[in-house]
């Protein structure tokens, strides 16, 4: 059974304008993105860079639970693409 890791090292990409993290499983090591549109969900308020990397930290156990979630998906897929959680 393979296991994920998910180093601190949650970030703000402007350039995609999401949150992004890094996952590691096994050997390969991918990054997460979880665009601004998901954050608004969560805040009540503006979706700021800053908010959004709180909001990440808060949820952050979700986050990595809907990574681990997709075992049907290549690792490749589920980590490269932005809008998959």
């Known amino acids: 059974m393979a296991f994920f890791?998910?180093?601190?090292?949650?970030?703000?990409?402007?350039?995609?304008v999401a949150v992004e993290f890094t996952v590691v499983l096994g050997e390969y090591h991918g990054t997460v993105r979880v665009g601004r549109?998901?954050?608004?969900r969560l805040l009540d308020q503006s979706s700021t860079p800053e908010r959004c990397l709180e909001a990440f930290h808060l949820h952050?156990?979700?986050?990595?639970f809907a990574v681990e979630r997709y075992p049907e998906l290549p690792p490749e897929l589920v980590i490269s693409q932005p809008n998959v959680i």
Do not use: S, T
């Open 60 to 64: 952050r156990a979700g986050f990595e």
């Open 37 to 40: 549109r998901v954050f608004q």
């Open 5 to 16: 890791a998910f180093p601190e090292d949650a970030r703000w990409n402007e350039e995609w």
